[in-house]
């Protein structure tokens, strides 16, 4: 079984130091980046599997910049990391295209969860290909492919954000709880970390829908859930 290969971009010695011996003690390989163009110079060269990312980096490219560059020709996750527990740094990142974030500081235990849970995702995401194609007026989706469109054009999603969308099409019309959706796109130690549902619809409706204030596809159920327009 191939190893995961894991890049750590950022610029404290002690903090790299202390994640990369704990993924490389739970059977990864992993890379190190002191700066944002190296980062991506890095990404461009070589195949990896997930990006653990820190907003603050020396240089000319801070996180938000190098998650978007790394967007414009990857969809790898990526985990950001945060010294700022600020809403709208949350959600400027997931603008960028970041999977998920930690607020520093944290505890290795919690970054190996995260990192788990997100691999876990993507291989899910590969085994979904057998699904049918859903398809509700101007938007589709084309699971054998994982890719998403509005109006025929190409939506670019983060597999965060694309698992999140998966889950709800794959029962139109039927609303999902929060607990539900979180535990499937999270794993069951998420179920109650609603901010991380709504940050995520959030980013979803302003992708795909003409008015997010007014959505007409994702469809929340206030305190319960959410669902898809049926197809």
Known sequence: MNRKRILIVDDEPRLVRLVKVNLLA??????????GKTAVEMLEASNYDLVVLDIMLPGQLNGFEVCERVRQFSDIPIIMLTGRAREQDRIRGFD???DDYLTKPF????LLRRVKAILRRACQMEDSSRR????SGELVINFAQMRVYVRGEEIGL???EYHVLYHLACHPGKIITHEDLLTWVWGPEYRNELHYLRNYISSLRKKIEDDPGNPKYIIGKHGIGYHLAAD
């Open 107 to 110: 505890s290795v235990e919690e």
């Open 158 to 160: 983060t597999a965060t």
């Open 96 to 98: 960028a295209g970041t």
């Open 26 to 35: 739970s059977g990864y390989e992993v890379d190190t980046a002191a700066d």
């Open 132 to 135: 049918p194609a859903y398809n």
